[in-house]
């Protein structure tokens, strides 16, 4: 089961730092994704962190105001999101998949999903 926690409203701007906590397994698959998903819009790949390497990958809107990052002792998954946009407002998700050996930005190749935290950016 994974937990996400941290959402909420925020300025334009604004900082907002999601976690992921997973319970009954170990958080320790080949990739780890955090998702969104806005009203009437797709769910969108956010970025993602290959396990064994550390590796890391963002889509083009976040890149360089998101940090992805892991604490393996907390069992955690976490997303830092700095200046914060109104187009940034969305339930987020964290995912994983045991089977997955690639990483992929595909919503359809995660079995393993959080309940999602709504972010929402206003003035």
């Known amino acids: 089961q994974l937990v996400e926690s941290g959402g909420g409203l925020v300025q334009p701007g604004g900082s907002l730092r999601l976690s992921c906590a997973a319970s009954?397994?170990?958080?320790?698959?080949?990739?780890e994704a955090w998702f969104r998903q806005a009203p009437g819009k797709e769910r969108e790949g956010v970025s993602f962190?290959?396990?064994?390497?550390?590796?890391?990958y963002y889509t083009d809107s976040v890149k360089g105001r998101f940090t992805i990052s892991r604490d393996d002792a907390k069992n955690t998954l976490y997303l830092q999101m700095n200046s914060l946009k109104p187009e940034d407002t969305a339930v987020y998700y964290c995912?994983?998949?045991?089977?997955?050996?690639?990483?992929?930005?595909?919503?359809?190749?995660?079995?393993?999903w959080g309940q999602g935290t709504q972010v929402t950016v206003s003035s």
């Open positions: 962190i290959v396990t064994s390497d550390g590796s890391t």
């Open positions: 995912a994983t998949d045991p089977r997955l050996r690639y990483a992929s930005f595909d919503p359809d190749e995660y079995n393993i």
């Open positions: 009954g397994f170990t958080l320790d698959y080949y990739v």
